[in-house]
């Protein structure tokens, strides 16, 4: 098999793979309220269950960290996704609450590693390419999630259970990620990547900025998914059925940014497609806010989603680059910052909703987000548009973002 070959099948496998995780997310997430009720899972308790998710899987992204410099994330993530595919069959399999907390925390440990091993793989492959790929990946995610999100849909609508919405995801998913995972290439598989190292003295302190971003553009998200529907209803007054749809419309726009959002990078470089993106979401955030009604909202929340989609592949790329020597060091670290920001962002945005109003509440997202321009230069020279072997190559006038990150 030629080396060329060989990456393709690699990119396809893992595009695969964040299709997958999509799709099984989405099935989670969209139907809490059915969990809630099988469970008898209180309003009150219910906030601990959802909190304990992102909590463990923080906890496992650091324990990935170190996992993979002895097996390599191609290894953690080959048995981390099906473990994801049986906890969420395992949620809808159960009929008492320490079931669901198994099951859940299972979920937890069991994300956070593959979300950490399927970024490391993202990166090694962009590096190997040579030019920007990131995007592509993760709008394999947002794909899967607006699949995942309409099988979920289909489920409640026929009113099937728990178990028979999400058997038939777990049958047709699980053998094609195994299979798929044969092809996955790592670091280690690529002949001129250096063995991995620490991120050295003054390393977490370099990665800090990405850190900051990381969370901040994941509390934008977390306020999208958590309070859209009810902002359009309650705030806006727009109808229960059409309250659902900006979600949807945040889903679509995201796919539709990441698809094209690699063109972007390699012909504007990453530091313009992150400010564009930074300013386009802090101007739908500044539409949702003063919207005198719901269509306004929706063009709002549509601009949210062509903003933020573009930050996250970014700041895992961003962070391959800054630590060509570390990168897996780097994204497990700087994964566990999307559980903060989705840790945060929801309870922050209700608690002022209630607070004062839930118009003022969506400028405090919009300003967290504009902290991404603050630290735009993080992402690498203006000229880094493509992968670190490419810049290597490219004589006297590129820039070695990895070796030149102490300068940013």
């Known amino acids: 098999m030629t ?52 909590v463990l899987a923080g906890v496992s992204s650091v324990a990935t960290e170190h996992l993979v410099k002895r097996v390599g994330p191609a290894s953690v993530l080959r048995w981390a996704q099906p473990l994801v595919l049986l906890s969420l069959l395992g949620v809808g399999a159960g009929s008492q609450m320490w079931h669901v907390a198994v099951a859940l925390g299972t979920f937890g440990l069991s994300v956070g590693a593959l979300d950490a091993s399927m970024n490391m793989l993202g990166v090694s492959l962009q590096r190997a390419y040579g030019r920007s790929i990131m995007l592509g990946f993760h709008a394999a995610y947002s794909l899967g999630g607006i699949v995942g999100a309409s099988a979920a849909w289909a489920g409640a609508h026929w009113h099937l259970s728990l178990f028979a919405s999400y058997l038939p995801a777990v049958v047709v998913l699980l053998p094609l990620a195994l299979y798929g995972s044969r092809f996955y290439v790592g670091r280690r598989d690529i002949e001129d990547q250096v063995p991995e190292k620490g991120l050295g003295a003054g390393g977490f302190t370099l990665l800090l900025p990405l850190c900051l971003v990381m969370a901040c553009a994941y509390i934008g998200d977390s306020t999208v998914s958590n309070w859209s529907a009810k902002y359009l209803q309650d ?65 709002g929340f549509t601009l949210l989603g062509i903003g933020l989609c573009v930050i996250v592949p970014q700041t895992f790329a ?25 840790l945060i962002g929801s309870p922050l945005v209700g608690g002022i909703g209630d607070a004062w109003s839930y118009r003022g509440a969506m400028l405090v997202p919009m300003a967290l987000v504009l902290v991404t321009l603050l630290h735009a230069r993080s992402f690498g020279s203006e000229g880094a548009r493509y992968g670190v072997r490419h810049e290597r190559r490219a004589g006297d006038r590129a820039v070695d973002v990895g070796r030149g990150g102490n300068e940013v």
């Not at 893992?14 to 899972?41: C, E, H, K, M, N």
């Not at 386009?280 to 919207?291: I, T």
């Not at 961003?318 to 999307?338: C, E, K, Q, Y």
């Open 3 to 54: 080396e060329d070959v060989r990456l393709r099948r690699g990119r396809a496998s893992l595009g695969f793979s964040f299709f997958v995780q999509g799709v099984t997310f989405a099935l989670l997430v969209t139907r809490i309220p059915a969990i809630q009720d099988r469970y008898g899972i209180s309003d009150g308790l219910l906030p601990a269950f959802l909190a304990a998710v992102p």
């Open 235 to 299: 705030v806006l007054g727009s109808s229960e059925q059409l309250a659902t749809v900006p979600y949807n419309v945040y889903m679509v726009t995201t796919l539709i940014g990441r698809a094209v959002g690699d063109l972007g990078v390699r012909r504007l470089g990453a530091v313009a497609v992150v400010r564009i993106g930074t300013l386009v979401a802090a101007g739908g955030f500044a539409v949702v806010a003063a919207a005198p009604g719901a269509w306004v909202g929706m063009l």
């Open 318 to 342: 961003a962070a391959g680059r800054l630590f060509p020597g570390a990168s897996d060091t780097a994204v497990a670290r700087l994964n566990i910052f999307n559980y903060v920001g989705f």
